[in-house]
């Protein structure tokens, strides 16, 4: 089974920063197998990114996300005030299960 | 698109729970159904998919044998249940949907509390 890891486990920046996420697997993917998504507290995560770089509906266009291989990355190119919450990568697009990664959690500096 | 989780509950070690996810705002038919949870304090772990006709079920290894996720399209509805139920069952239960069973999850109920302690 694929093993899904994310780093680092915590970011910590300010609002305008430039946020670089990483997903590392423990097999070679296809990238369109990665999906992104965001979870603030106390809600239920939002998909960000799909397809490994399509961004999902109404998601702002400061995310993007691309890779290879076993490394991909999510990158937000401007932090706004509510961009702060965790990220989870998941490989998907396979038989199941569906793998989610740890989370990187992005605070506030 | 709404997905509204219910049935959550504190329940002791060993018995049994029914969730449902009642979908609204879609064609509930034509999208595969997924189960996730999620513990206090970390992170999500997928539980079980169920295909838009209901003919194809995929379960976690962790859930297998105890729980069993279906639906009724004629209800718009989604249901997991859940039996011989341990304390590592303890979870935010979330529905989601996606396009087909491999798909991403692009819609998300806002999840329903079951707590499993004596």
């Known amino acids: 089974e694929i093993v899904l890891t994310q780093s680092p486990g915590t970011l910590s920046l300010s609002p305008g920063e430039r946020a670089t996420l990483a997903c590392r697997t423990s097999?070679?993917?296809?990238?369109?197998?990665l999906a992104w998504y965001q979870q603030k507290p106390g809600q239920a995560p939002r998909l960000l990114i799909q397809?490994?770089?399509i961004r999902a509906t109404g998601i702002p266009d400061r995310f993007s996300a691309s890779g290879s291989g076993t490394d991909f990355t999510l990158t937000i190119s401007r932090l706004e005030p509510e961009d702060f919450a965790v990220y989870y990568c998941?490989?998907?697009?396979?038989?199941?299960?569906?793998?989610f990664g740890p989370g990187t959690t992005v605070d506030l500096k | 698109v709404q997905l509204l989780e219910s049935g959550g509950d504190l329940i002791h070690p060993g018995g049994s729970l029914r969730l449902s996810c009642a979908g609204s705002?879609?064609?509930?038919?034509?999208?595969?159904m997924n189960w996730v949870r999620q513990a206090p304090g970390r992170g999500l772990e997928w539980v079980a998919v169920?295909?838009?006709?209901?003919?194809?079920?995929f379960h976690a290894e962790s859930v297998k044998g105890r729980f069993t996720a279906s639906r009724d399209n004629s209800k718009d509805t989604f249901f997991l249940q859940m039996n011989s139920l341990r304390g590592e069952d303890t979870a935010v239960y979330f529905c989601?949907?996606?396009?087909?069973?491999?798909?991403?999850?692009?819609?998300w109920g806002q999840g329903t509390l079951v707590a499993v302690s004596s």
């Open positions: 989601a949907r996606g396009a087909t069973t491999v798909d991403p999850f692009d819609h």
């Open positions: 705002g879609f064609t509930f038919k034509n999208y595969a």
């Open positions: 169920v295909s838009g006709s209901g003919s194809t079920a």
């Open positions: 097999q070679t993917v296809s990238s369109d197998l």
């Open positions: 397809g490994g770089s």
């Open positions: 998941q490989l998907c697009g396979r038989s199941p299960p569906f793998i």
